[in-house]
């Protein structure tokens, strides 16, 4: 595997601070993939063959950020070991001279970022996860990946944000249009108020400003945030379910906040749907596994027709005697976590 290409942002004044790091909320329990997550982290699952932390690990690195602070909690130190060198595994390796395995097993940590891991105790959310790391950053300006939201892109998503960041030196929101566009808690308001020169760029409002465009929007799971935040935290009472909108609300109040309109399909791999259809489309760049699997899937596609089996008569009040029914019980799928 390549180095990841390191994509610079287009437009970067002098005075603007640079953003150096990324904050990588994955305390959570990942309760939606149990019990696949009981001993391993969900950051972990693979997409195809790398871990989902992986892809937003190198899509930091790709736009030039070079410290990586994981917010983790118990039962994660297996992303501590992912990102460390594997001494041992690398002599053998080196030792049955399998380059291309070595070469893979090294890809996992991109030249020139440093790791740094802080504990949150308790899963209670993206807002306390980054007060954890706010020691850890100082007064510098910062960016925010949801490593579940996986985006595929031809520019790294976090490199789009930072293109509006260095313009207006403000906080950025990664977001996309809003699929199901009724009032949410969880949406913002995009307005094209025509203050910015990047096209993706929309000014973020609190109501639908008269004579301009407005579209709602979803967040993307990307962000970059300046020192500001913190005072926007300090000054409100967020409950510990509080989600990260409605602390950028609260920052609307203390400086301009800016969207960038992310281009790029987002996967929700928090989600078992989205998780299987980042699987396909990311199989589908492999040109070594492609073929075989389209295959597979056209074999599976035409046996999906076949009617399934006829459900099997009552049973008679004799019969329910000697072999009582059996009641299938569906559980309801469990809410996600952070």
Same mark, same amino acid.
């Given at each position: ?39 391993? %982290? ?34 994660? $130190?297996?992303?501590? @070991? ?18 291309? !395995? &070595?070469?893979? &097993? ?20 993206? /807002? @306390?996860? &980054? ?22 892109? +031809? ?19 990664? +977001? ?8 949410? +808690? ?19 409002? =609190? ?19 300046? #020192?500001?935040?913190?005072? +926007? ?27 960038? /309109? ?22 589908? =760049? ?25 459900? #099997? ?6 019969? !329910?005697?000697?072999?009582?029914? $059996?009641?299938?019980?569906? %559980? ?7």
């Amino acid at each position: 595997m390549q180095e990841p290409k390191v994509f610079p942002v287009t437009t970067a004044p002098a005075d603007t601070a640079r953003v150096r790091h990324a904050v990588f909320p994955v305390a959570g329990f990942g309760t939606s993939f149990l019990p696949a997550t009981k001993a391993c %982290p969900k950051e972990m699952l693979p997409i195809v063959d790398r871990p989902m932390i992986q892809y937003a690990v190198e899509e930091a690195a790709a736009a030039g950020l070079t410290r990586m602070i994981f917010v983790t909690g118990r039962g994660k $130190r297996a992303i501590e @070991d992912h990102f460390d060198q594997a001494y041992e595994l690398e002599h053998e390796l080196a030792a049955r001279a399998d380059d291309d !395995a &070595l070469r893979e &097993l090294r890809s996992a940590i991109p030249a020139g970022v440093t790791f740094s891991y802080v504990r949150q105790r308790d899963a209670t959310g993206v /807002l @306390d996860a &980054l007060r954890k790391a706010r020691p850890l950053l100082g007064r510098e300006p910062f960016a925010v990946v949801l490593p579940d939201q996986l985006i595929d892109a +031809a520019r790294p998503a976090l490199a789009q944000l930072l293109d509006v960041y260095a313009e207006q030196r403000v906080s950025v929101v990664g +977001a996309q249009r809003a699929t199901h566009p009724g009032a949410s +808690a969880e949406h913002l308001i995009g307005a094209d108020l025509r203050t910015s020169g990047v096209r993706n760029a929309r000014s973020l409002v =609190k109501v639908p400003p008269i004579g301009a465009a407005s579209i709602p929007l979803a967040t993307a799971g990307r962000f970059v945030f300046t #020192p500001a935040l913190w005072e +926007a935290l300090d000054e409100a009472a967020f409950p510990e379910s509080a989600a990260l909108p409605a602390a950028i609300r609260a920052l609307m109040e203390r400086e301009r906040v800016f969207a960038c /309109l992310v281009e790029g399909r987002l996967f929700d791999c928090g989600s078992k749907l989205g998780f299987l259809e980042a699987q396909f489309a990311f199989a589908q =760049k492999r040109g070594e596994l492609w073929s075989g699997l389209r295959q597979s899937l056209g074999d599976l596609l035409a046996h999906a027709d076949v009617p399934p089996p006829a459900a #099997p008569a009552m049973l008679t009040a004799s019969a !329910a005697v000697a072999e009582p029914a $059996r009641a299938a019980v569906v %559980p309801a799928e469990p809410a996600r976590d952070s």
